[in-house]
């Protein structure tokens, strides 16, 4: 007889549990802490700067900076008007007309710049009459067309308006003619299989295709917007955050130039936030966002 050996016993595996996911609270928080991380620590070099009175290079003196808490000062008296100066309670006011010369010189440009750009970048010939055009006037810096503005429109709002509208109009136009251009031939193919018409395809195939293009030159476009701004509201107007800071230049009130800028900064990170979601829903969802 042969004796037989036991197997050894099987040793237990020990699965560890995958971590869990994270909520959204924690993620909303991670999200805001990237957001707001690098603002705070430059606010805090800007009070290190101030208090200490350091020489910056390039000439920059802090001495002659007001601090953030003074800055923030400033804002809270241009927006509730708890102060005796002029600037009291205007803020509103001032932010309100930019927006609105922002709005109409953004909505026009991009009211000629996508459905210009899509036949450009879709017909030989609409891109062989304009594309020399366009390479011409779009190396010509906006401020090479305000005095021309101010002696042909005047002062006032349109002028203003038709700065912005030069500023955006061309990101808008290269975009969209780059994503017009890349459009799946397939997809037209497709399209014309099914017996969508030529000029229908430019709605069904052609913008949805080129949309992540047109947003990204749409954003841009909205950015140049806001800088432009402060250029068309330097001469001749008497209301706009522009203004404003041009006002505080006169009176050397840098609290109330840099109180305006800050101003502008969160009216255009605001509108841009807007933007994106408003194509998000126009699009429907869809990944056409960067």
């Known amino acids: 007889m042969t004796a037989t050996t036991a197997a050894p016993a099987a040793t237990p595996v020990r699965v560890t549990p995958a971590p869990a996911a994270p909520g959204k609270a924690a993620k909303y928080a991670k999200t805001f802490a990237n957001m707001v991380g690098l603002p705070i620590v430059l606010v805090c070099l800007w009070a290190l700067a101030v208090r200490g009175q350091w020489q910056l290079p390039l000439g920059v003196d802090m001495r002659f900076v007001p601090s953030p808490w003074a800055v923030l000062e400033r804002l809270w008296d241009l927006a509730v008007g708890s102060g005796a100066e002029a600037t009291s309670g205007s803020l509103w006011r001032h932010t309100a007309a930019s927006t609105l010369r922002v709005a109409n010189g953004f909505l026009i440009a991009a009211a000629l710049a996508i459905p210009l750009g899509l036949l450009m970048g879709r017909i030989k010939a609409v891109n062989s009459l304009f594309d020399s055009t366009v390479s011409l006037l779009r190396p010509v810096p906006?401020?090479?067309?305000?005095?021309?503005?101010?002696?042909?429109?005047g002062f006032g709002d349109r002028s203003t308006i038709f700065l912005i509208v030069i500023a955006a109009f061309f990101p808008i136009l290269l975009n969209t003619i780059a994503g017009a251009a890349t459009v799946s031939p397939r997809l037209l193919e497709?399209?014309?299989?099914?017996?969508?018409?030529?000029?229908?395809?430019?709605?069904?195939?052609?913008?949805?295709?080129?949309?992540?293009?047109?947003?990204?030159?749409l954003r841009v476009g909205l950015g140049l917007s806001w800088v432009v701004l402060v250029v068309g509201e330097t001469v001749g107007i008497r209301t706009g955050l522009g203004a404003l800071i041009t006002q505080a230049r006169d009176m050397s009130r840098t609290d109330i130039i840099i109180a305006g800028m800050v101003v502008i900064g969160l009216a255009g990170l605001l509108s841009d936030r807007l933007l994106t979601?408003?194509?998000r829903l126009l699009t429907r969802g869809r990944p056409t966002l960067t």
């Open 142 to 153: 906006v401020t090479a067309w305000a005095p021309l503005a101010l002696l042909l429109i």
């Open 190 to 217: 497709a399209a014309a299989m099914l017996g969508t018409p030529t000029w229908k395809s430019f709605f069904t195939v052609v913008l949805p295709s080129a949309m992540h293009s047109i947003t990204a030159g």
């Open 277 to 279: 979601l408003g194509l």
